[in-house]
């Protein structure tokens, strides 16, 4: 997703549970997304932790068919190809200096704890492909974030007769990607998704339409393994019914749970820059909660370490205003004050 939640493109009618706000730079914020966003960020943290995705593997198949894909279509739905060639060159170059830090940091690791994704020698070589090529860890969304913001960008400076054939000209240089070994294809045609809804000036509210009986179709989905691929037409069902039952949900969430998760969901790139760190610090407590035979208060003890943690490290950066030259920009962490959620109850 775009970390700014501002979609580019004027939208059609909302309903009336779907109120737009305002942020204090005068940009639209849409409260809905940053809560879609919170969930999603917060699936991923617990399926990032090993021992939960070891103990629950069934779980973790059906939530990685549609956490990332539904990321990957707010991202593609919040894309803004209308900014000047200075201001998108500044935003793609603000997103790769994080990332590319972090990454590296990554791969180093990656070199010297025995960990999944490890590498046996850390040389400039390897360095420059995990950054450029083939990231390691959660770093893989940023990178596929990076390479499709410039597809789209590009593309849409070219002057085509209609929208279908931006579309597929957008797809085919996915395609060459994917043939590289670059991007993910099946990533890729998520993002498709989402920026064709915004191409196309739909709302994106109206296009994943809130439904109670979604939870029954999305269990009954899931109960076959067959159906828990993100590559496959069941995996895109199973990614629109998850937008449909999350949507459904949001109006009867209280104000206090609702204003923290908006928090967690207008600061996922915190999370997602920083959250490796804490989730491999969190497995040496797993034994301290063996008393706990489901895990349940491991995954709320490590879950609450990474999120604080990752938060307590864009805040110190802030502070020591180390941020503009990590992000360019003041402030990394962002504020519930700069967001009045106005969103109401149906009725």
């Not at 779980?59 to 956490?67: A, E, M, N, P, S």
């Not at 828990?228 to 969430?253: A, C, K, N």
Request: charge should be positive; hydrophobic fraction near 50%; include cysteine.
């Amino acid at each position: 997703m775009n970390i700014e939640n501002t979609p580019a493109v004027s939208t059609g009618n909302r309903p009336k549970e779907a109120v737009s706000t305002a942020g204090s730079d005068g940009k639209r914020r849409i409260a809905e997304i940053d809560y879609l966003k919170s969930i999603y960020i917060i699936l991923m943290v617990i399926f990032h932790l090993v021992y939960i995705g070891d103990k629950y593997p069934y779980l973790k198949q059906i939530v990685y068919t549609f956490h990332m894909p539904a990321f990957l279509i707010l991202s593609g739905y919040l894309v803004n190809v209308r900014k000047t060639p200075a201001a998108f060159a500044r935003s793609v170059l603000w997103l790769f200096i994080p990332y590319a830090i972090m990454e590296s940091g990554y791969a180093f690791m990656a070199s010297v704890l025995p960990i999944r994704e490890s590498i046996d020698r850390f040389t400039w070589s390897v360095l420059l492909e995990k950054v450029f090529v083939r990231p390691l860890g959660p770093y893989w969304y940023l990178h596929t974030l990076i390479i499709a913001h410039i597809l789209c960008y590009t593309v849409h400076r070219i002057p085509f007769r209609d929208r279908l054939s931006q579309l597929i000209v957008l797809t085919a240089c996915f395609g060459i990607l994917a043939e590289c070994r670059i991007v993910s294809m099946t990533h890729a045609l998520y993002f498709i998704i989402g920026f064709a809804i915004s191409l196309c000036q739909q709302d994106l509210l109206s296009v994943f339409r809130p439904s109670c009986l979604s939870l029954a179709a999305l269990t009954i989905l899931c109960l076959n393994p067959n159906h828990l691929e993100s590559h496959s037409l069941w995996g895109v069902v199973i990614t629109y019914l998850s937008f449909s039952f999350l949507l459904w949900v949001y109006p009867y969430i209280s104000h206090g749970i609702r204003q923290p998760l908006q928090f967690i969901g207008k600061n996922t790139l915190s999370i997602l820059l920083f959250s490796p760190i804490f989730t491999l610090l969190s497995k040496p407590l797993a034994p301290l909660f063996s008393f706990d035979p489901t895990g349940l208060i491991f995954t709320c003890a490590a879950v609450s370490l990474t999120l604080c943690g990752s938060f307590a490290i864009a805040w110190t950066s802030d502070r020591l205003k180390l941020s503009r030259f990590f992000c360019g920009k003041p402030n990394l962490l962002i504020r519930n004050r700069q967001q009045t959620d106005l969103s109401a109850a149906p009725k």
